[in-house]
Nanobody, 120 residues
């Protein structure tokens, strides 16, 4: 059983910063990758950033240069540092992790979502 717990969302002014965190716990053999998705009302869920166990990162174009994804493998935790926030970044942010619970079984897990609101 694996659980992802998110924290760090909130309300900020445009140009401000937030850091959201996601910690995975439970029966984890290994984590292949972790990432952050976001979904605004009326919009499809969008992959914002991802990071592999080895540290390879990827970002959606709209956040490049502003957001940084990082992870602490020892703590099974992923972070998303969000700088220079814009109102269009407003969304519920969801943590995702691709986790092996044993060498032959892989599943995607989701956090509960954390609201990020950026006011103009």
């Amino acid at each position: 059983q694996v659980q992802l717990v998110e924290s760090g969302g909130g309300l900020v002014q445009a140009g401000g910063s937030l850091r959201v965190s996601c910690a995975a716990s439970g029966s984890i053999f290994s984590i292949n990758a972790m990432g952050w998705y976001r979904q605004a009302p009326g919009k499809q869920r969008e992959l914002v950033a991802s990071i592999t166990y080895g540290g390879i990162t990827d970002y959606v174009n709209s956040v490049k240069g502003r957001f940084t994804i990082s992870r602490d493998n020892a703590k099974n935790t992923v972070y998303l540092q969000m700088n220079s926030l814009k109102p269009e970044d407003t969304a519920v942010y969801y943590c995702n992790a691709r986790i092996k619970t044993n060498p032959f079984r892989t599943h995607d897990y989701w956090g509960q979502g954390t609201q990020v609101t950026v006011s103009s």
